[in-house]
């Protein structure tokens, strides 16, 4: 985790509230709305929400903001719930802004008696000409001083279905002329004849965002109402509201959205993505949804850190996703196998070890946590390398095997390379290498001093995997302010699928396990792979080679 840290500005608000005596304890809320499944975005909001009130007394509600009845699914509703609990967060209460569709109608009337909402008949076109300029006052619709009867009227007979989508809408009457354009008489209902996820066809009017969200937080007593910079102009009217229908007072507090760079996290975004087929799923493992970092082999607690490294700010600001990559990375070390793994293969065979013999050598399963012990590895006269890990001509310094070299092969034996066999191309086909008996890892008596470790499987006992290795899912770090389309920015490199020839020991691999394979990367199993057909994705490589290749380019 991170190193102890000042507080920030809400943990500040909140201290001072409690020792205020304003709060004997804090209710906080995630509130999603269904429309899509969870992004890396969504985790910084569940942090901060959950976070606060594991570290101050009170609780926090996981809410559906499930007002919009077109976007919204039970599948999201189930991811959404899965993601938060994955994260390592528990909710009080589940709840959904839809059911408070009744208590919501109810607060309707009660402003239209208090004079204080109208049914406008205009057209959209209408209202917004009528609606000024953040220069210019707005001007009063002709339907805007209707008597309280025949508003009540008309909004009762709105909710019978009397009238079609979009024939009439529910403004709170404000002030035509209010500097906050969002204070110029905000629609507050509005009419749409659609199945919703929960309440079925029971409604044909619903309410809009900004007469659900801050009423859903008072409803449910919500002390601090967290939510992004953008709804900075909505506070004022979260506030009337309030005012106007004597409801508890919670209070809006905003934080700057966190976007990370080579991605783009906003939910109707990645829903295209996946609608047109650019990624297999929402939980395709290049997609910043938290399924698709399931997936690819990120921890709950590496996104925990990350988040809490990121903290919170007042200010919008691109992160690095090698911030996060650092975070994965610092988690995995600690908890991956090890493995050994050769992926793009050339052959050695020791000419002096016995032909049809073989040896059982241990090695460890995690050097970093002894607690994981060891694991056998065969060893026997045929092995394999990694192609690049020999150079017939190598430049100086070179530690890896060339002729006349010597290396030592991981928790086995030091090799020479003694011959180099070619095809009749001139290609290097095999190595004829031979071992030193006496130099085996961990009772070297040999006395020869080598610079280089190579990681090697058995020839004969190596089982083939495929292994899917990921690259940024855009070529740019902020695919949306370019020109044009951002999906025109999407890295076609992003997704290589190699094989790749394991230990045996990799057999018995489980979804929770997470790997490194040794001098690669860090890996974990796919959840397309089968038990005999191993499919393993690359989490991430082993160093942070982005920034370097961005500097060759
Ligand atoms: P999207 O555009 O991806 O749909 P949203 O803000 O519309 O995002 P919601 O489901 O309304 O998504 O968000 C739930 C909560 O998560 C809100 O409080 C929202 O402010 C917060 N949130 C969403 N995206 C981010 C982000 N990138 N960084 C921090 N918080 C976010
Ligand atoms: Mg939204």
Not at 214 to 220: A, L, M, P, V, Y
Not at 375 to 404: A, H, V
Request: glycine letters at 6%.
């Amino acid at each position: 985790m991170a190193e102890e840290r000042s507080l920030n500005f809400l943990e500040e608000i909140i201290e001072k509230h409690l020792e205020e005596g304003k709060y004997q304890h804090i209710v906080t809320r995630f509130p999603p709305e269904p429309n899509g499944y969870l992004h890396i975005g969504h985790a910084s909001s569940i942090c901060l929400n959950f976070g606060l009130t594991k570290k101050y007394p009170g609780y926090t509600n996981l809410r559906f903001d499930d007002t919009n009845p077109v976007t919204e699914e039970t599948e999201y509703v189930e991811s959404i719930k899965n993601d938060v609990k994955w994260l390592g967060f528990e909710w009080k209460h589940e709840l959904y802004a839809s059911d408070y569709f009744d208590t919501l109608y109810e607060y309707a009337i009660k402003l239209i008696n208090l004079g204080l909402a109208y049914v406008d008949d205009s057209t959209s076109e209408e209202m917004a000409s009528l609606k000024g300029t953040p220069t210019e006052p707005g001007k009063p619709s002709k339907y805007r001083d209707r008597s309280i009867e025949e508003n009540l009227d008309l909004f009762v007979r709105m909710k019978n279905g009397e009238f079609p989508d979009g024939a009439r809408v529910l403004r709170a009457k404000i002030d035509m002329a209010h500097i906050n354009m969002l204070m110029r008489d905000p629609i507050i209902y509005r009419i749409k004849h659609a199945h919703h996820h929960r309440t079925g066809d029971k409604w044909c009017i619903y309410p809009m965002y900004d007469f659900a969200h801050g009423q859903s937080d008072s409803i449910e007593n919500v002390t601090h109402s967290i939510c992004t910079l953008e709804f900075v102009p909505h506070r004022e009217l979260y506030d009337w509201l309030i005012e106007k229908l004597e409801i508890y007072p919670s209070h809006q507090y905003e934080f700057a959205r966190r976007n990370i760079n080579y991605t783009v996290t906003s939910k109707r975004k990645l829903l295209q993505l996946v609608n047109e087929n650019h990624v297999s799923g929402w939980d395709d493992p290049r997609m910043p949804t938290i399924s698709g970092l399931r997936r690819r082999g990120y921890t709950p607690d590496s996104i925990r850190d990350f988040c809490e490294r990121i903290g919170i700010a007042k200010r919008e600001n691109m992160i690095d996703v090698s911030l996060l990559e650092f975070c994965i990375r610092e988690h995995l070390n600690k908890i991956a196998l090890r493995k050994m793994v050769v992926f793009d293969p050339i052959k050695v065979v020791i000419t002096n070890y016995p032909e049809g013999e073989g040896e059982l050598l241990s090695t460890e399963n995690n050097p970093e946590d002894p607690s994981t012990g060891h694991r056998d590895l065969q060893f026997s006269r045929e092995i394999l390398i990694e192609k690049d890990d020999f150079m017939e001509n190598p430049p100086k310094k070179y530690f890896r095997l060339s002729p006349g070299s010597k290396v030592r092969l991981k928790s086995a034996y030091i090799i020479q390379c003694d011959e180099v066999v070619k095809n009749e191309a001139g290609e290097v086909v095999e190595l004829h290498c031979s071992y030193f008996a006496n130099s085996k890892s961990g009772e070297d008596v040999s006395g020869i001093k080598v610079q280089g470790t190579l990681h090697w499987v058995n020839a004969s006992s190596a089982i083939p995997v495929e292994v899917r290795e990921y690259d940024r899912l855009f070529r740019v770090e902020d695919p949306t302010d370019e020109a044009g389309d951002f999906k025109e920015y999407l890295n076609p490199d992003s997704l290589k699928v190699v094989k790749g020839y394991a230990e045996p020991s990799i057999k018995h691999a489980n979804a929770a396990d997470r790997f490194q394979f040794l001098r690669k990367g860090y890996y974990c199993l796919d959840t397309e792979s089968k038990e005999d057909a191993l499919v393993f994705n690359r989490t991430v490589t082993l160093k942070d080679g982005w920034a370097k290749e961005q500097k060759k380019n």
